[in-house]
């Protein structure tokens, strides 16, 4: 798991300090699973322009950026999501909980979208990478089915 809680650059940066980025490439190589959680989601994309533009571990294309429109940023609470694929196995078009400011839009390989200021991508899969940009630790019953999907994929 790559949770994330914080800014994508400071993020970043830590993973690269400590190469912790180039292990998780490996192991992404070498087919383990992975799941990003908000920020950790995040950071599996190409780029963010969250506080300066940084790349991220680009396992993922797309570029995330920040909300624009009338509702107020960041958004934190509840949001349907409407959803595909084993990952939302049994919560196809529930709500989550989210905390974010920034957000990927129509990723390639996106399995659910959220509306909030306009369409977003709220989870993906390639492979077995995964990424949720809701908390599912704090989404209630729909967010421990998504944690439990994940570990049966693996």
């Known amino acids: 798991m790559l949770p994330g809680v914080g800014s994508f650059a400071a ?4 993973l690269t300090s400590t190469r912790i ?30 506080l300066t533009d940084t790349r991220g ?3 993922l294309a797309g570029d995330v950026d920040r909300f624009e429109g009338t509702l107020p ?13 084993p990952l939302f196995d049994g919560v196809e078009n529930e709500s989550f909980y989210f905390v974010n400011s920034y957000a990927a839009r129509g990723a390639a390989d996106e399995i659910a979208r959220a509306d ?19 908390h599912p630790e704090k989404s209630s019953a729909a967010g421990l089915r998504v944690l439990r999907n994940f570990v049966q994929c693996n």
């Open 73 to 85: 940023v960041p958004q934190i609470g509840w949001n349907r999501v409407t959803a595909r694929g």
């Open 116 to 134: 909030y200021n306009g369409p977003f991508t709220a989870a993906v899969q390639r492979e077995r990478v995964f990424g949720v940009q809701f």
């Open 21 to 50: 980025d180039a292990a998780i490439r490996a192991a992404v190589a070498n087919r383990a699973f992975l799941l990003g959680i908000c920020v950790g989601h995040q950071l599996l994309f190409d780029r963010s322009s969250e």
């Open 57 to 59: 571990l680009g396992l």
């Open 11 to 14: 993020a970043m940066h830590w």
